[in-house]
T-cell receptor, first 114, second 111 residues
């Protein structure tokens, strides 16, 4: 158990819909990262937040957005969903924005878009 | 993009050492090398990281070539629970940024 929790575990929705994935980092971790894992693209970094502020952006689509709240939990919002958005979405956390070389990954949310 | 090259798959026997190679020929002086693994149906798990010197921890050892263009993850005594996809990541963000995962090496352990 990494200490990172993600809800829900599974989500099934239809094209065009909007969903919100939630992540609670390990106690004390200030950085939260979101990753997408699909069969064709592999594991891709989407976005990072540190202590409530966006710190780094990866291959995140404009239809996707995220935020980190004062209690440090984070949400990833996916809108205008397409079939290709079906994937595993992982959240990871780490201790600081600099010098922390270990990211702790949650169990993931499996999103299926029908 | 920082790129690494790993074999698609490797097979080893239980209780034997495993050497997982990785090439990172575009690495620069301050870039770290990270290894993560992903067991079936789980999120990735940190294994080890290094910069220039060889590194050991309770899970594995990391041997880094003198020119830093390649490294080898060493599992000293593989168990069936080590069967996973192993990712070698060349990190130019000092460990603070999102990680760029490649395709990894699928390690198969035979009993």
């Amino acid at each position: 158990d990494s200490g990172v929790t993600q809800t829900p575990k599974h989500l099934i929705t239809a094209t065009g819909q909007r969903v919100t994935l939630r992540c609670s980092p390990r106690s004390g971790d200030l950085s939260v990262y979101w990753y997408q894992q699909s069969l064709d693209q592999g594991l891709q970094f989407l976005i990072q937040y540190y202590n409530g502020e966006e710190r780094a952006k990866g291959n995140i689509l404009e239809r996707f957005s995220a935020q980190q709240f004062p209690d440090l939990h984070s949400e990833l919002n996916l809108s205008s969903l397409e079939l290709g958005d079906s994937a595993l979405y992982f959240c990871a956390s780490s201790g600081t924005s600099g010098l922390s070389h270990e990211q702790f990954f949650g169990p993931g949310t499996r999103l299926t878009v029908l | 993009d920082a790129k690494t090259t790993q074999p698609n798959s490797m097979e080893s026997n239980e209780e034997e050492p495993v050497h997982l190679p990785c090439n990172h020929s575009t690495i620069s002086g301050t870039d770290y090398i990270h290894w993560y693994r992903q067991l079936p149906s789980q999120g990735p798990e940190y294994v080890i990281h290094g910069l220039t010197s060889n590194v050991n921890n309770r899970m594995a050892s990391l041997a880094i070539a003198e020119d830093r263009k390649s490294s080898t993850l060493i599992l000293h005594r593989a168990t069936l629970r080590d069967a996973a996809v192993y990712y070698c990541i060349h990190d130019s963000g000092g460990g603070a940024d999102g990680l760029t995962f490649g395709k990894g090496t699928h390690l198969i352990i035979q009993p």
